[in-house]
């Protein structure tokens, strides 16, 4: 990254009023529950809020840094521990969470407030994500597995067992269950003229 990066920001929604990014959750983020974020009592400086607009409405600014600041950021965006994919990933998530910061310093309900909706809305499009994201997981996995089954290929049934298996520990309850479930129907389904083929999970 160097100067005159271009970052995308907020989102203009239909009624005009200007919408996050979105959140993603960390391996060092900690979960507040269902309560209504207060950006004074429950702010957490562990969430990352780095999802881009994918509709085209986002709006960019221009930052210009010394190079070693430049270079320093591009080491951790590269560096595999945070879930950063892009420069532009870790500024959104650093002016979000400076916005918040200010709003600490200063008297000013209208900051205050809109910080507030920006990270509601944050954590509302996360949760949206996730759920999509899992809900097509098991969807697509279960739609592969009976294909494999009718083709009688046994292998790739054998293969898709086994990223399932992998899977379900990275996933939270009901889709782990759902997942969970399917891998033990597949694996006692199992022809008995196809045994060696059968992966060595959930034999319980």
Known sequence: MGDGDVVDLFAP?????KRSNGMVRGTHGEAHGDAVWQPRSHYSAD????????KGQ?????????????RRVSIEVQSGRWPYQTTSDFMRD????????LTTMVADPELEHFVRVQMNLA???????????????VTDMKALAAQCI???????????????SDTIDAMRHPYAGQLKRAVREWYG???????????NIYAD
């Open 13 to 17: 929604d239909a009624g005009g009023n």
């Open 47 to 54: 969430e990352f809020y780095i999802r881009s607009d994918k």
């Open 58 to 70: 986002s709006q960019s600014m221009t930052v210009r840094l010394a190079p070693d600041v430049s």
């Open 94 to 101: 650093a002016i979000l969470h400076r916005l918040q910061h």
């Open 123 to 137: 954590r509302t499009e996360m949760r949206q994500a996730e759920v999509e994201a899992n809900s097509k997981l």
């Open 150 to 164: 009718q083709a009688n290929d046994y292998e790739a049934l054998g293969a898709v067992m086994q990223d399932a």
């Open 189 to 199: 389904a199992w022809p008995a003229s196809h045994l060696a083929q059968r992966p």
